[in-house]
C-alpha cells in the first residue's frame, strides 16, 4: 500500500513547526530574534555584573592557580634551593693566638652530610617511624597526620602535637623562624609543596638528617652518631639509631649525657612505633637493650672570652659557611694578652671595671681585657661600652686647630670664661693667662679646647675625629670639646693609632690581613698627614706625658698620650703610644656614679705605664736613684746645699703639691670633703684648714 502527501500539506507542517519552536525559544529572550549572537547560555542566571555563577567559579579558580605560581616563584627567589643544603647553625670555628694556641672554640657540633642510601634500613626506618610514617606516601602535607595531631590537642593528655611531616620540619628549620602562628604554618606548607617538587623523598629525607638538632649543642645525624657513639651513621645498631631517633622531639629535654633515662624511655617509644610500623617484631623490639653511650671528646676551651666573642663575628665573614670545623689564627699575642690580664687584676680598684685594648698601629688587635671578670659579666666594656672620652678627645679639638693654621706655640688664653651659658672651669680652677697650645694640651686646659671650638667650628672638629676613625654619633655644642660624646674604647684607641702610623682611619681587626697592591693602596690606600703636621701632633701628646697630666705614664722610651676624665670622674681614661704598640685603658663604674679619688691621670695611666714596661723591651721607667749617705753629717742642710729649685706642681689625684725653694712643700687637698694645706718646711710640718674657694671641686681634666 502506497501513501502519498500533497507538497502544500507538508509545507504546512514545517511551517507550523518552525512557527512553535520560535514561539518557545523566544520566551526568555523577548527582544533578541538571535539570542546565540551575545553568548548567554540558555537558561543561564545573571548574578554580579551581567556574569552568571560559573564565570565566577572558573575566573576564581584562575586566579587562585596564578597566585599560587606567584608564591612558587617568590619562594625561588627568597628561600634558594640550596639554603637547605647549610648547616642551620653557624658551625664551629676555634680561634688560636698568633702563637697558634687555641684560646676558644664557638659554634655548634656539625659534620658533613649523610646519604640516606647508605645508611642501615633500620636508621631510616627509626626516624620515619616515629617523625612521619607516610613520608614516601604523601606530598609533603599528611592530611591524617594534621588530624591526628589536632584530636590529640584537643582531647589528647595536653601533650601538644604538630603534624609536621618531615618535609615540614626542614622546611621550618632551614627557612623559616620557630615562632607559632598560623602565618608561619601556612609558609611551612607552601615551602614543603615546593620542596617536594623540587627534591626526591631520599634528598628530603637526607636534608633533614643532616641539619636537624640532637642536643648538645650537636646538629646532624653524622655529628651526633659521633659525639654520643663515637661511630659513624652508617654503622649504627638498631639500639643507637633509636635513641638518636628518640632526641629530635625534644634533644635539650632528652640529651642522654643530661638525662639517660629520660633517653631511654624515649628510645622504647620508638621501638613501639617502629612494630607498629611493621618494619621489626615485637620479639626484635623486647631483645633490643637500652644503647651505651661512648662520649670520648669532652670541651676543654672557654665558648667565649672578651676578645673571642669580638672576633667570632669577623671569623665568620671571612669563612665559607659549610659543616666543616675551621681553625682560625688571630692577632692576639698570648704574652700580652697575659700581661694585660695580670695588670688589671692587681690594679687594686674596688667595685669598679676597668676595661683595656692593646693594638698595633695597623689596628691589629693583640690584647683586650673587656672588664674584670668575663665570668661574672660577658659584656665588653673595651668594644660595647660607649662612655664620654673626657680629655682624650681633645685630641680632634687640637687637630682641628692645627689644620687651622695654629701651631703648638700659637697662643690661647687659658683665663675663666665669664660670658654665654656654658661656662666650663679647669681642674681646681687653676687658670695661667695666655699659653701655648702645646701647654694648654699638656695640662688639659678646659677653658682653652672650649675656646678653640668656639673659634673653629664644631663641624671641623666633628671632620678630625671622623677622619681619624670616630664612627659615634657626636653632639655638637662646645661640651663636645671636653669630651661629652659616648664613644668606645676600641674606636678611642684606632683612632690614636692613626696618629701612631700616620696612616688613617686605622680600622681594629682580629685577623691578619693581605697588604694593598700599589694600584689599589693608589686608589683606596689610607691617608696620612704632612710630615709637619704630624710631628706637631707628637709634639703635643709628648708633652703631655714629659710635662702634662699623664707624667705617670712615662717610659724610657719616648711615650705620647692623652689624658681623660668625664664630668663629676665617672669615667678616667688614658690613651697613648710608645714602641709599636697603641693602648687605651678606662676605668668606670657600670651605672656611672662617680669614681673617687680616681682620674684620667692617676690609675688609668699607671695600668698603661704598667702594661708598657712588661710588654716593650727596655721600656719600663728609670728607677729612683738612692740617696747618697753622708759619712759623718754635721748640722742641718744649709740652702746652697740645695740646687736653685723653682716652683715645681705635681698632680697627685685630686691633692695638689708644690716644692718651693723658699717655701717647702705645699700639699694642698682633701680629706673628707674638708680642703686642707699642709706645709712642710725647715720648721717642721704645719696643717691648716685652706680657703674653699682655693679648693673647688674638680673639673673634668
Known amino acids: 500500500m502506497l501513501f502519498w502527501r500533497s507538497s502544500s500539506n507538508q509545507n504546512t507542517d514545517i511551517d507550523s513547526r518552525l512557527a512553535a519552536f520560535d514561539e518557545s525559544f523566544a520566551q526568555p529572550f523577548p527582544d533578541n530574534t538571535h539570542p546565540s549572537n551575545n553568548g548567554q547560555p540558555a537558561g543561564g542566571k545573571l548574578l554580579f555584573l551581567g556574569k552568571t555563577r560559573w564565570w ?46 687555641p684560646i676558644a ?61 618531615i618535609t615540614q620540619q626542614l622546611a621550618k628549620f632551614t627557612f623559616l623562624t620557630p615562632e607559632r602562628n598560623l602565618t608561619r604554618k601556612a609558609r611551612e606548607m607552601l615551602i614543603a609543596f615546593w620542596l617536594e617538587g623540587r627534591l626526591t623523598k631520599d634528598e628530603i629525607l637526607g636534608r633533614y638528617l643532616s641539619n636537624v638538632y640532637f642536643g648538645d649543642n650537636v646538629y646532624g645525624l653524622r ?29 635539650s629535654r632528652l640529651a642522654p649525657t643530661k638525662n639517660p633515662e629520660r633517653a631511654a624511655k624515649r628510645a ?33 676551651l672557654p665558648t667565649g672570652t672578651y676578645f673571642a666573642d669580638w672576633a667570632i663575628p669577623q671569623a665568620r665573614l671571612l669563612t665559607d659557611s659549610g659543616y666543616a670545623d675551621v681553625r682560625m689564627t688571630t692577632t692576639l699575642d698570648a704574652r700580652l694578652q697575659n700581661i694585660a690580664r695580670k695588670v688589671v687584676a692587681r690594679s687594686g680598684v674596688a667595685g669598679a671595671q676597668i676595661a683595656l685594648v692593646a693594638m698595633r698601629p695597623n689596628g691589629e688587635v693583640v690584647a683586650m681585657v673587656g672588664g674584670k ?45 665669664n660670658e654665654g651659658a656654658y ?37 671641623e672638629i666633628e671632620q678630625a675625629a ?91 722610651i719616648p711615650a705620647y698620650g692623652k689624658t681623660g676624665t668625664s664630668q663629676d670622674n665617672r669615667d678616667a681614661l688614658f690613651i697613648g703610644f710608645a714602641g709599636d704598640l697603641v693602648v687605651g685603658v678606662w676605668v668606670g663604674n ?68 708644690r716644692i718651693d725653694q723658699d717655701k717647702g712643700v705645699i700639699v694642698n687637698t682633701d680629706v673628707g670633703g674638708v680642703p686642707l694645706e699642709i706645709k712642710l718646711d725647715r720648721n717642721g710640718a704645719s696643717i691648716q684648714a685652706a680657703p674653699s674657694a682655693e679648693r673647688p671641686a674638680p673639673e673634668p681634666r
Not at 607516610?134 to 601538644?160: K, Q
Not at 665588653?380 to 673626657?390: D, E, H, L, S, V
Not at 698603661?608 to 738612692?626: G, K, L, T, V
Open 423 to 459: 661656662r666650663p672651669k679647669n681642674s681646681g680652677q687653676r687658670y695661667r693667662g695666655d699659653i701655648t697650645l702645646e701647654q694648654a694640651f699638656a695640662q688639659s686646659s678646659n677653658v682653652a679646647a672650649v675656646r678653640l671650638y668656639q673659634k673653629i667650628g664644631g663641624q
Open 466 to 556: 671622623q677622619d681619624l676613625g670616630i664612627r659615634s654619633p657626636l653632639t655638637l655644642d662646645p661640651s663636645l670639646a671636653l669630651g661629652s660624646s659616648g664613644v668606645t674604647l676600641i674606636e678611642l684607641t684606632s683612632a690614636y693609632a692613626g696618629v701612631a702610623s700616620n696612616q688613617w682611619p686605622v680600622e681594629p681587626h682580629a685577623f691578619k690581613r693581605e697588604e694593598q697592591g700599589w694600584i689599589e693602596w693608589l686608589f683606596s690606600g689610607p691617608r696620612a698627614f704632612s710630615g709637619r703636621m704630624h710631628r706637631m701632633l707628637l709634639d703635643l701628646l709628648g708633652a703631655t706625658v714629659n710635662k702634662g697630666t699623664a707624667r705617670a705614664a712615662r717610659l724610657s
Open 373 to 417: 671578670s668575663y665570668k661574672e659579666s660577658a659584656f665588653n666594656r673595651a668594644t660595647q661600652a660607649k662612655r664620654q672620652p673626657g680629655s682624650t678627645f681633645k685630641l680632634f679639638v687640637y687637630l682641628a686647630a692645627l689644620r687651622s693654621g695654629m701651631t703648638p706655640q700659637s697662643m690661647i688664653a687659658d683665663t675663666p670664661i
Open 590 to 657: 657600670d651605672d656611672n656614679t662617680p669614681l673617687r679619688g680616681v682620674n684620667g691621670g692617676g690609675l688609668p695611666a699607671r695600668i698603661w705605664r704598667d702594661f708598657m714596661a712588661q710588654s716593650i723591651r727596655n721600656a719600663a721607667p728609670a728607677a729612683a736613684p738612692e740617696t747618697r749617705k753622708a759619712p759623718d753629717p754635721e748640722g742641718p742642710i744649709e740652702p746652697l746645699d740645695l740646687p736653685d729649685l723653682q716652683e715645681l706642681p705635681i698632680d697627685i689625684g685630686n691633692s695638689d703639691v
Open 105 to 165: 672554640r664557638n659554634g655548634a657540633i656539625v659534620d658533613k652530610p649523610v646519604d640516606v642510601r647508605e645508611l642501615p634500613p633500620h636508621v631510616v626506618q627509626a626516624f620515619l617511624s616515629i617523625e612521619d610514617r607516610r613520608f614516601y606516601s604523601h606530598f609533603g602535607v599528611d592530611p591524617r597526620g594534621l588530624a591526628r595531631a589536632a584530636w590529640s590537642n584537643a582531647f589528647g593528655s595536653g601533650m601538644t602535637q604538630g603534624g609536621s611531616t
Open 56 to 101: 565566577w567559579i572558573s575566573r576564581t579558580i584562575a586566579a587562585c592557580i596564578a597566585l599560587f605560581m606567584l608564591l612558587l616563584l617568590w619562594l625561588a627567589v627568597t628561600a634558594p634551593l640550596s639554603k637547605s643544603l647549610q648547616p642551620i647553625a653557624p658551625p664551629r670555628i676555634t680561634l688560636l693566638a698568633s702563637d697558634g694556641t
Open 268 to 300: 622504647r617509644l620508638v621501638l613501639k612505633a617502629m612494630v607498629a610500623n611493621k618494619v621489626i617484631t615485637q620479639a626484635k623490639a623486647d631483645a633490643t637493650p637500652v644503647a651505651r653511650l661512648d662520649v670520648r671528646v669532652r670541651e676543654t
Open 223 to 251: 655529628a651526633a652518631s659521633l659525639h654520643y657513639f663515637y661511630r659513624q651513621p652508617e654503622r649504627l645498631t638498631l639500639s643507637q639509631a633509636v635513641m638518636l631517633a628518640g632526641l629530635v622531639q625534644a634533644p
